[in-house]
């Protein structure tokens, strides 16, 4: 069974950090396209950071200099590390993930085909 689990959400200050992880079971993550996706209330799903099973990164550009996005394949676990935080950032953080056979990434959400069910990131002022 395929499942992305998302964990590392909560309550953080205006300049702090926190670090998401998507922990997969049922698909080895090496052989997948991974993507951190944030939404807020109105507004659309947007891309934050994604991986490729090549190690190629992608970065929204709100979220450049500021997130990283890495993976550990002995753990099959995907993190998004973020810093210097600013309530712009607050939203509901979706790990996704897409079957690949090519280094190329995708920003859009019908681009994914397996989703966690979100974790709550809160950013205060």
């Known amino acids: 069974e395929v499942q992305l689990v998302e964990s590392g959400g909560g309550l953080v200050q205006a300049g702090g950090s926190l670090k998401l992880s998507c922990a997969a079971s049922?698909?080895?993550?090496?052989?997948?396209?991974i993507g951190w996706f944030r939404q807020v209330p109105g507004k659309e799903r947007e891309a934050v950071a994604c991986i490729s099973r090549m190690g190629g990164t992608y970065y929204g550009n709100s979220v450049k200099g500021r997130f990283t996005i890495s993976s550990d394949n002995a753990k099959n676990t995907v993190y998004l590390q973020m810093n210097s935080l600013k309530p712009e950032d607050t939203a509901v953080y979706y790990c996704?993930?897409?079957?690949?056979?090519?280094?190329?990434?995708?920003?859009?959400?019908?681009?994914?085909?397996?989703w966690g069910q979100g974790t709550q990131v809160t950013v205060s002022s």
């Open positions: 049922g698909f080895v993550v090496a052989d997948y396209l």
């Open positions: 996704a993930a897409v079957k690949t056979m090519t280094p190329g990434i995708r920003i859009i959400p019908d681009g994914y085909d397996y």
